[in-house]
């Protein structure tokens, strides 16, 4: 079954703990990228990735890094989370950058 | 500026009616659209999408009209089910190697 694997799905931490959001996706896609959902705000990008070791920043990128060092697994790193960083986050790969997105089933995480 | 809107961010209907669901946007270089659907606790997933050249494309239960002269997006549901209540999104793209832009998102509300 053609899928975006997210983990942890919850997530509750204090402020400074780096942390770890795993994406992994088996269709083979070579874009990658990762989205926050907040209230009122929609989806906004935070960074992807058009190949394995090629990776940008999306529109709010600040407080994230990520990396490619695989073609299917493009995690998302914090390393000094904050409280405005609680939000619901999203997985997302495509065969290209504006093509149909495959979409993970969401991490929701807190900071405290 | 860039940005895709919705005309309302809630909607209910009957089961049985056929919804419609808007959106507008602003940047009249946008060439591709796609709506996507999000049901709660999960990820966005893909419902249909339409190029520029095109006016109106179908799918299974699913219209999508696009008016470039007003910059108007929109989508219809033929018999709406409660299995269609969820969060419906437009997105734009304005070229391509460009990301998608998401609007807010419209709720609709299926009550049988």
């Known amino acids: 079954e053609a899928q975006v694997t997210q983990n942890p799905r919850y997530l509750i931490t204090v402020t400074g703990k780096k942390l770890t959001v795993t994406c992994s996706q088996n269709?083979?896609?070579?874009?990658m990228s990762w989205y926050r959902q907040d209230p009122g705000l929609g989806l906004r990008q935070i960074y992807y990735?058009?190949?394995?070791?090629?990776?940008d920043k999306g529109d709010v990128p600040e407080g994230y890094k990520v990396s490619r060092k695989e073609k299917r697994n493009f995690p998302l790193i914090l390393e000094s989370p904050s409280p405005n960083q609680t939000s619901l986050y999203f997985c997302?790969?495509?065969?290209?950058?504006?093509?149909?997105?495959?979409f993970g089933e969401g991490s929701r995480l807190t900071v405290l | 500026g860039e940005s895709v809107g919705l005309h309302l961010p809630t909607l209910s209907v009957q089961e049985g009616d056929n919804s419609i669901i808007n959106c507008a946007y602003s940047?009249?270089?946008?060439?591709?659209f796609i709506w996507y659907k999000q049901e709660s606790g999960k990820g966005p997933q893909f419902i249909i999408d339409?190029?520029?050249?095109?006016d109106k494309r179908q799918g299974q239960r699913v219209t999508v009209l696009l008016n470039k002269t007003v910059k108007h997006l929109s989508l219809q549901i033929a018999a709406t089910q409660p299995g269609d209540s969820a969060v419906y999104f437009c997105?734009?793209?304005?070229?391509?190697?460009?990301?998608?832009?998401f609007g807010k998102g419209t709720t609709l509300s299926v009550s049988s």
């Open positions: 997302a790969s495509s065969t290209s950058r504006r093509g149909e997105l495959f």
């Open positions: 269709m083979n896609h070579e874009y």
């Open positions: 990735s058009m190949n394995v070791e090629v990776t």
């Open positions: 940047n009249s270089a946008s060439d591709y």
């Open positions: 339409i190029r520029s050249n095109m």
């Open positions: 997105a734009e793209s304005i070229q391509a190697g460009t990301a998608l832009i």
